[in-house]
């Protein structure tokens, strides 16, 4: 956890570093919590006689996130940690081009494999002596081919191939772990995820599902037609723009930015907060720190408008917008809508999912030890179901677009 303070309110909060959807930290940039609706998920049932409990992983870039759940379906313990790759790189492409060394591969894969091992061992206290652990991961394309020890090369250059985007099973830590698919070289397992838990796949209506974490992916679909797309927002949204500053805050600090008239549209701070930045309790913002900002919200902007027009809707044909991640669960989708981050036409539309990867996982976890399935429907297999991954680096509007979602307005 790190320690905020609110300029506006005078008042000390504390937020920790990774978030899994708990709800217990405040909002300290208003000085009190956002309050956003939540997005309902399925019950879970994880009743089984042989006493199996479930854990789910979800490996981000970023972050990785874990928990434990009793019989009940209940959260009993989570394990939060730092991605350890990181010290190869902050986004994915870094990572494959760490991995064009062997030794370097191995050793991105030895530390997330020892991390899990850590929450494996930590969850291993919390059971029965009779009782078993079941893993399921949800993480992005890149960091299960690092995880499984798979050259990841193909990932980082045209045409994006995915050689291995199936369902896998296997064991870590000496425990069976199930990995969900994903559907693409950019949109991994954690959406597919993520899809699940937001029930899409049932809906009549389309869905938005924005994971606003360092890889920007998002999903819009319904039961019969699924479009998916991803786009590079860096580690800005995850307190990699500002450090001590929460990425949620940041939204609001700079939609109050704006109000006041301390930073233009263009993201330009006025003198002398230009040169020296502009100190917010005990955090100095820079101009540095509003422009990382500026560009992931960009990216994320832009792909939401492309992605909508080419699944051929209005913004007023979506049903609901789900915000996933730790950012998403403290946004205030009016301060989002402020900064151009999400359409105001959207704003009403908005839930907050918490993280949808482990909740997606978890759902996962039910089938299989319940016995309904031995994991799920894998999306690639659904015959009725139309699914298009879109390359935002193709599409010809895209440049565009993103300049002008650069803009705050």
Not at 128 to 144: G, L, R
Not at 207 to 231: H, S, V
Request: aromatic share 6%.
């Amino acid at each position: 956890m790190y320690n905020t303070t609110s300029s506006l309110t005078g008042k000390k909060g504390t937020r920790c570093l990774i978030c899994t959807g708990c709800g217990r930290c405040p909002g300290v940039i208003r000085g009190m919590q956002v309050v956003t609706e939540k997005l309902e998920l399925p019950p879970l049932s994880l009743q089984n006689p042989e006493g199996i409990r479930l854990m789910t992983v979800d490996i981000g870039t970023t972050t990785i996130a874990m928990q434990l759940y009793d019989a009940d379906g209940k959260v009993v313990d989570s394990f939060p940690s730092v991605n350890p790759q990181v010290s190869y790189g902050a986004d994915v492409l870094s990572r494959i081009e760490a991995a064009r060394d062997p030794g370097k591969a191995a050793d991105m894969q030895k530390k997330v494999l020892g991390l899990i091992e850590k929450g494996v061992q930590r969850f291993s206290k919390k059971i029965q002596e009779k009782e078993s652990i079941q893993m399921v991961i949800a993480a992005n394309t890149t960091m299960t081919y690092l995880l499984m020890g798979w050259d990841p090369a193909e990932l980082g250059r045209a045409p994006f191939q995915v050689s291995h985007c199936g369902a896998v099973d296997t064991q870590i830590a000496g425990i069976s772990c199930h990995i969900i698919p994903g559907l693409s070289a950019f949109v991994g397992g954690d959406i597919t995820a993520g899809i699940l838990a937001c029930q899409m796949l049932e809906q009549k209506e389309p869905m938005l599902l924005i994971d606003l974490g360092t890889n920007g992916e998002m999903a819009l679909g319904n039961r019969q037609k699924l479009y998916a797309c991803a786009t590079a927002a860096g580690p800005a949204f995850e307190g990699g723009a500002n450090r001590g500053i929460w990425g949620a805050d940041m939204v609001n600090l700079l939609q109050k930015l704006l109000e006041e008239g301390l930073m233009d549209r263009q993201g330009l701070l006025k003198e002398p907060y230009f040169t020296k930045g502009i100190r917010i309790g005990d955090v100095l913002v820079t101009k540095e720190a509003v422009r990382a900002v500026q560009l992931a919200k960009g990216a994320i902007a832009a792909g939401i408008e492309i992605l909508t027009e080419s699944y051929g809707i209005r913004l007023s044909d979506i049903s609901k917008v789900v915000l996933a991640g730790g950012f998403g669960y403290y946004l205030d989708p009016k301060a989002a809508a402020a900064i151009g981050l999400l359409p105001k036409e959207l704003t009403d539309r908005t839930v907050t999912g918490g993280n949808t990867a482990l909740s997606g996982a978890a759902l996962v976890g039910n089938r299989m030890l319940t016995g309904q399935l031995r994991a799920w429907d894998d999306l690639h297999r659904r015959q009725e179901l139309q699914i298009q991954i879109l390359n935002l680096a193709e599409q010809v509007k895209f440049t565009e677009t993103f300049l002008k979602k650069m803009d705050f307005c």
